[in-house]
């Protein structure tokens, strides 16, 4: 794949997706956003990617917004779209969306929308050399890229609250105690440490199982009971149960070998899949 903004490689059933502007410290714009929407579907597309890997290109994974604009970055009277829609915000439902477990590599410094289009993201692991910021306020705008629902979900409100109210820039440590990422690592081996996550999902698991995990466990957040669960577990676990990969994964279990599964999720879906009501823009 050719994109001007990314680096869209495919590693053995692992896509190293690599936001790639270091000139501007892979600061977000118009043409990033549009390549990752369009990096997403084709991920989703191809039974070949099991797991996305995101991180940056040079010393900083995405430092926000790219403000060559001025003081006039956040008009959307002054850019050539002038749609109402946040840009952050529809690759953060994008990846929301994705059938495939996204993980984050901070290798360096993400604030604005570098730290929230990544919050839909299902791990986030970190360089120790990475800073987070949510600065928002301190630019005048306003929290993004649906944000104000992942972040307080992840972190908690209070900790959310801090890190918004405030727009300061903090270290990693503060972001693995804030329970924002996962694991700090060093530098060099930041990389190796979340290819050897992927591999582990990779290698060991059903791709059906983990695309119908993957969207349990977050559209979840928003049910209001647990019947709501029990619902879509119970549909679940008897599609599932009745497949080839249910079987498949016994099987290898009790002969001791690596299960290859078949089911493909491009293709192979459960009549009930998606269980939820797409949510237009209004």
Known sequence: ?????????????????????????????ADMRRELLEAFDAADADDNVRVIIMTGAGKAFCAGADLESGGDTFNRHKRSNADLRDGGGTVSLRIFECTKPVIGAFNGAAVGVGATMTLPMDIRMASTKARFGFVFARRGITMEACSSWFLPRLV????????VYTGRVFDAEEALRGGLVRSLHEPEELLPAAMKLAREIADNTS????LLNRQMLWRMLGADHPMEAHIVDSRAIAFMGESADAKEGVQSFLEKRPARFTLRPSQDRPDFFPWWQERPFR
């Open 1 to 29: 794949m050719s994109y001007s903004t990314l680096d869209y490689q495919v590693e053995d059933g692992i896509l190293i997706l690599t936001l790639n502007r270091p000139d501007r410290m892979n600061a977000f714009n």
């Open 156 to 163: 908690g409100v209070q900790q959310a609250a801090e890190w």
């Open 207 to 210: 791709p059906m199982s983990t």
